[in-house]
């Protein structure tokens, strides 16, 4: 906390008359950092154009760039202290809407191609999550190697690995 409000250049105690305590602190941290990639992942969507499965693809990539461009944000977006959604609504709000990005264009890909099904629609998003998030764990923690930090490597390793899952994506 100390830490925080010397780089905010407030004195150590003023954070405690915004939040209750440290968890609150980092939920609101969380938050703010689930709507930054939100609005990353709206944007370069945005800009792709395409069809519902570019869009899925591009979202993923959003994710994983995000990541190594903020990746000690990330890890507290994610980490144990945030696991728990249930005390800080305005996290698990932020955190919801960020996914539903995902959900939607899922969603918009299986109605493009006739095959709608809410069971799989989310067994899809979990799956691209989980794909995504685990590449951007790798990348920031450096297991690609000290280039996988930079955005430009992160971002081409992310399209090569959605593409894949895209070609699954049609044989399946």
Not at 16 to 23: L, N, S, T
Not at 26 to 52: H, N, S, W, Y
Not at 108 to 127: F, I, P
Not at 137 to 150: H, V
Request: proline share 3%; charged share 25%.
């Amino acid at each position: 906390m100390r830490a925080i409000a010397r780089r905010a250049g407030v004195s150590h105690m003023a954070p405690y008359h915004h939040f209750a305590d440290k968890r609150a602190l980092i939920a609101a941290v969380a938050a703010e950092g689930f709507r930054m990639l939100r609005q990353e992942m709206l944007e370069r969507i945005e800009a792709c154009g395409g069809d519902a499965r570019t869009r899925f693809r591009e979202s993923g990539i959003a994710y994983v760039v995000f990541a190594v461009k903020h990746p000690n944000l990330f890890r507290v977006m994610f980490g144990e202290e945030t696991a728990d959604t249930s005390e800080h609504p305005e996290l698990k709000a932020a955190a919801s809407q960020a996914f539903a990005v995902l959900q939607g264009l899922v969603e918009q890909d299986q109605v493009a191609v006739g095959t709608r099904d809410d069971r799989d629609r989310e067994k899809v998003g979990l799956s691209a999550w989980a794909l995504v998030h685990g590449i951007a764990m790798l990348c920031i923690d450096g297991q690609f190697g000290p280039e996988a930090r930079r955005p430009e490597y992160a971002e081409k390793f992310a399209y090569e690995a959605t593409g894949a899952l895209a070609r699954g994506l049609r044989g399946g």
